[in-house]
């Protein structure tokens, strides 16, 4: 009788529980300047896309909200060799349609990200193989030590096997030849918001998981995703209440917002670094004036181009102070930012120096791709860059489009000269080196070095920084890596930007500085 009465009081506890979710859940209304480009988590590795399809997939280790690492669909995680990490699921998990997830899942979509159209590559191109002990215990061995793996898989979302059989998804959305299947419009994870609605573009709904297996800190009962890519109309929204949450803040409405009745703006340093990038294989360029030959091989045409860039001015007019110079692809906040690494003067008459050695006096024509709702003041941005290079007589043909279409265009290296924006999501040198300066190859390595940089010293560095573990000697490979990638000007680095939310009062949220806008820690009164 005793049970029985236990049994009855503990319902009518969690039926008032509930009552009290319901009469608190909220609806928060979340703009963006751009939209996620599809729901496949393995489709492209940028970061507004990985923060949105994050609410609803998740990876084996995941992050607090200090950026450590916390177990997610593992519970633990350990070096059992040099090339060997074992890690235990977590028991009694669901993906959203019920369907249990165990090693099956894991094995499945760690091979996923290597096939054809992942754009994950780069993050499992060391592995060698991974073997399932049993239901709730795998093993992932690499070609080589790897001491910071666990940081490394913390953006690879496991995937229902049964869901991507099933609904013919089993390899990923390939972003670079417009192909689309199940994956790109629907979603079924195992976190802590299922998807209820696709409308690229348009608008995303998603919705609170009731059977989670973890904390939902906040009381949100939905969260409706709205792409505004004008900066006036979305600040605008959030002024008159429309949205409760946009970003990013323009810099020069970030007194407005702060000022304004029902609003704030939550601002932070962001670890991603904004860069260009030149094409620096192919013979000749697709889009230039300069025939039979490449000019962006020449090192003192790469040169010229980085001294002609007033990246000064660009801070002051463009991004209103709201920017940090940078020297390196990486910057402070990244384990293995060398803060005594110095940019090249910004000398205009030292550029021509170099552009008339390298046969260039009279200068040249090349396209410039770049996005204009994807970082903060991009199309701006490289506006300035093109009015910098044009002191050196060369004619930037400016293309600068929605990230929709850029994205797919510069991932297939059909650009001569790019933009593009870094943060390196292990928040460590390493990634950085492995993704964007490492010498091309199949696997995974080079994936975001869209101009073909090659420096085999670079890559042999890599390669040891990935195994040492010892903190000294690591560092000083990565200096020595970052040291050659700078005398070869293999890249063009700007700066990084500041992250700036537009935020009713009303809501309570996490400001991540890898610009993450996790939905479980929000809440609103």
Not at 402 to 424: A, C, E, N, Q, V
Request: glycine share 6%; hydrophobic share 40%.
């Amino acid at each position: 009788m005793k049970f029985k009465k236990n049994t009855a009081l503990a319902l009518v506890l969690y039926a008032l529980a509930a009552t009290v979710f319901v009469a608190n859940a909220q609806t928060i209304r979340v703009a963006n300047q751009g939209d996620a480009l599809s729901m496949d988590p393995h489709s492209l590795n940028e970061s507004l896309q990985l923060s949105t399809t994050g609410n609803v997939y998740e990876p084996l280790v995941g992050r607090n909200k200090d950026l450590s690492l916390a177990p997610a669909l593992a519970t633990a995680w350990r070096q059992t060799a040099p090339t060997v990490w074992q890690f235990e699921l977590r028991r009694g998990v669901q993906f959203h349609d019920g369907t249990p997830f165990t090693a099956d899942d894991v094995l499945f979509s760690f091979a996923r990200t290597q096939a054809d159209g992942s754009d994950m590559k780069s993050y499992t191109n060391d592995f060698k193989e991974v073997r399932k002990i049993n239901d709730y215990l795998v093993e992932i061995e690499t070609k080589t030590p790897f001491p910071i793996l666990p940081d490394v898989i913390s953006q690879v979302a496991m995937m229902s096997k049964k869901w991507c059989e099933t609904n013919q998804a089993v390899t990923p959305v390939d972003r670079r030849k417009g192909i689309e299947n199940a994956a790109s419009f629907r979603a079924n994870g195992t976190g802590p918001f299922r998807l209820r609605e696709r409308q690229p573009n348009v608008r995303t709904v998603f919705t609170r998981n009731g059977t989670y297996w973890g904390k939902i800190e906040g009381n949100v009962a939905e969260v409706i995703f709205t792409p505004i890519g004008n900066d006036a109309t979305r600040v605008a929204a959030l002024l008159s209440g429309e949205v409760d949450v946009m970003e990013p803040v323009p810099v020069q409405d970030i007194e407005r917002v702060n000022n304004g009745a029902n609003t704030r703006a939550i601002t932070g340093p962001e670890l991603r670094t904004i860069f260009l990038g030149m094409d620096q294989k192919r013979d000749e360029l697709l889009y230039s004036s300069v025939k039979g030959k490449n000019p962006f091989k020449d090192k003192r045409v790469r040169q010229a181009f980085y001294q002609a860039i007033d990246i000064e001015g660009i801070k002051k007019t463009v991004m209103r102070g709201a920017s940090n110079p940078s020297a390196l692809l990486v910057g402070p906040g990244i384990n293995g930012f060398q803060p005594d690494a110095k940019r090249l003067p910004y000398d205009v008459e030292a550029a021509k120096k170099l552009m008339a050695e390298a046969g260039y006096a009279s200068g040249f024509e090349v396209s410039m791709n770049c996005p204009n709702d994807r970082y903060v003041n991009d199309g701006r941005i490289c506006q300035a860059v093109a009015a910098n290079l044009a002191r050196i007589n060369v004619k930037i043909n400016l293309q600068a489009e929605t990230k929709g279409t850029y994205f797919p265009k510069i991932l297939r290296r059909d650009t001569s000269f790019y933009m593009l924006g870094w943060t390196p999501s292990t928040y460590d040198a390493h990634n950085a080196l492995n993704a964007l300066m490492a010498c091309v190859d199949d696997k995974g390595a080079g994936q975001f070095n869209l101009g073909a940089y090659c420096n085999p010293r670079v890559d042999e560095l890599t390669k040891k920084i990935q195994a040492e573990t010892d903190k000294a000697r690591r560092n000083a490979m990565i200096k020595e890596a970052f040291d050659l990638h700078s005398a070869d000007v293999g890249h063009l680095p700007l700066h990084q930007q500041a992250l700036a939310w537009g935020v009713s009062k009303k809501v309570k949220l996490v400001q991540l500085a890898d610009n993450y806008m996790p939905f479980k820690w929000m809440s609103k009164n």
